[in-house]
């Protein structure tokens, strides 16, 4: 069964300082992979997604993720962080064809504080 | 952009009762879930729903819970009997075939 690891339960950073979310994944084929957020109140909105090709993908707000096989990680980054960025993150895996369509199986989650 | 839309917000409800949340999906969307997160811990897979039929259940959805689209608008998620561990946070998302979920903003549901 695939899992996902999110090592890093609550991460403070200052604003303007670079970001790194860590995620590894547990799947027997290439997943699809996907970053989201949650801002309080908030539905969890899609960041960015990977499926195949190049292994860096670009997301909204500035972020983006890299998808290491060697490592079955896909690390979310941002070069530099505002305080808006303040929410909680959810990677997510999602088995590749087959018969589970949109079956995502989330990490635990990192809570990302900023401050100024 | 286009939005999930859940209601209520918050719903409170006593052991036993029968509760129904409410998701207007994105209206050109052709598949429809449930998500649901018990605090403190992940986010969950319920269920897949398309062409009116469910697609995928978790070992959670039990004969307990239900979906249904009751019209070309509404997704609606109904629990029979509530238990006090269905406490949580119910997403609803859909998707059109791009594998792009959009998730509503969540019902947390307190079971008393």
């Known amino acids: 069964a695939q899992s996902v690891t999110q090592p890093d339960i609550h991460i403070t950073v200052s604003e303007g300082a670079s970001l790194e979310l860590r995620c590894n994944y547990s799947y027997g084929a290439t997943p699809y992979l996907f970053w989201y957020v949650q801002s309080p109140g908030q539905g969890l909105q899609l960041l960015l997604k990977?499926?195949?090709?190049?292994?860096l993908v670009q997301g909204i707000k500035g972020f983006e993720a890299e998808f290491k096989r060697s490592q079955s990680s896909f690390n979310l980054r941002k070069p530099s962080v505002h305080w808006s960025d303040a929410a909680e993150y959810f990677c997510?895996?999602?088995?590749?064809?087959?018969?589970?369509?949109?079956?995502?199986?989330f990490g635990q989650g990192t809570i990302l504080t900023v401050h100024p | 952009e286009p939005e999930v839309t859940q209601t209520p917000s918050h719903q409170v409800t006593q052991m036993g009762q029968e509760v129904i949340l409410r998701c207007v999906p994105i209206s050109n969307h052709l598949y429809f879930y449930w998500y649901r997160q018990i605090l403190g811990q992940k986010v969950e897979f319920l269920v897949s729903?398309?062409?009116?039929?469910?697609?995928?259940k978790s070992e959670i959805f039990d004969d307990q819970f239900s979906v249904e689209r009751p019209d070309g608008s509404n997704f609606t998620l109904k629990i029979r009997s509530t238990k006090l561990e269905d406490s949580a946070m119910y997403f609803c998302a859909s998707s059109d075939q791009e594998v792009k979920l959009f998730f509503g903003s969540g019902t947390q549901l307190s079971v008393l």
């Open positions: 990977y499926f195949s090709g190049d292994t």
């Open positions: 997510a895996v999602e088995g590749a064809g087959g018969t589970s369509y949109g079956k995502l199986t």
């Open positions: 729903f398309y062409n009116n039929e469910i697609s995928e």
